[in-house]
DNA sequence: ATGCCTAAGCCCCTTAGA
């Protein structure tokens, strides 16, 4: 199965360009962030007919996942990320997908960006990632076959940035944000992409402005995090790259990952 | 040191992104 997740940036402004991928390429599953929409806009029908079914946490104007599957589609089994009854920000869903070899939890986040650093963004994605590893423990503890996936707003590492130096006071790769990160990792998950291409130089994300598509100006954010029982099982990881450079596209390239 | 783009709210500028 073939576990794909993709930061679309706006559903309804991205939808012909997102419908375009899911036929082109056929995800067994498909999680999506920066859906910016409210429940009730959220676009079930047309995945439905073509051959997807979905579910979905959104809110209005910013942030929103969504997880979409072929077939009997996805069971949720968790929305919101639980240690903080009053971060109401619509950046995490869980559900069950069933597949040849068993079912497998996917995990499906849009962590914060934490841009201004310092200050309070930062301080709400340093106790984000906190919460995430405790809910990430526990399903490691629960050995179920997990695959957690999305846009992370981390660069782990120089070697997965254009220019460390042009980012350096980004919030995306300031050291608590990347020993956030690196705890998780240490936990037990298997970062795909970088397992595969150990040398970096991978890209997930170009920024709209200064000509950084063109100039190749990408740095690596976009993850998919696997389970020991799911690492097991890897066959392959990317980026489909080409859909940055196609009209109307997102900022971020869909990733991806298959399992045997 | 700053803006470079883009989406969406709400209503043509502001907020947020990364």
Excluded at 65 to 91: F, K, N, S, T
Aim: hydrophobic share 40%; glycine share 8%.
């Amino acid at each position: 199965m073939r576990i794909a997740s993709f930061n679309i940036n706006g559903i309804r402004a991205r939808l012909p360009r997102l419908v375009e991928w899911l036929e082109e390429r056929r995800p067994t599953v498909a999680c999506l962030q920066e859906i910016k929409c409210q429940d009730d806009a959220f676009p079930a029908a047309e995945f439905e007919a073509i051959g997807y079914k979905a579910i979905w946490h959104g809110q209005k104007g910013f942030n929103g996942v969504a997880i979409l599957a072929e077939g009997a589609g996805p069971v949720e089994a968790g929305r919101g990320l639980p240690g903080d009854p009053e971060d109401e920000q619509a950046r995490f869903i869980e559900a069950d997908i069933a597949g040849p070899g068993g079912p497998v939890r996917v995990v499906n986040l849009y962590l914060p960006n934490g841009n201004p650093h310092p200050g309070p963004k930062f301080d709400y994605k340093i106790a984000w990632m906190a919460r995430l590893r405790a809910r990430l423990q526990e399903l490691l503890a629960a050995e179920i076959p997990t695959v957690v996936v999305g846009d992370f707003n981390v660069i782990p590492e120089d070697k997965d940035v254009f220019s460390a130096r042009a980012m350096a006071a980004d919030a995306l790769m300031q050291p608590a944000s990347r020993d956030a990160y690196r705890r998780l990792l240490n936990d037990g998950w298997t970062d795909a992409i970088d397992t595969l291409n150990p040398r970096g130089g991978v890209w997930t994300y170009w920024d709209y402005q200064a000509g950084a598509w063109q100039r190749d100006h990408g740095f690596r954010i976009d993850h998919l995090l696997l389970s020991p029982q799911c690492a097991d099982r890897l066959l392959a990881a990317g980026v489909d790259k080409a859909y940055r450079g196609r009209e109307k596209a997102s900022d971020h390239a869909p990733v991806w990952v298959e399992l045997a």
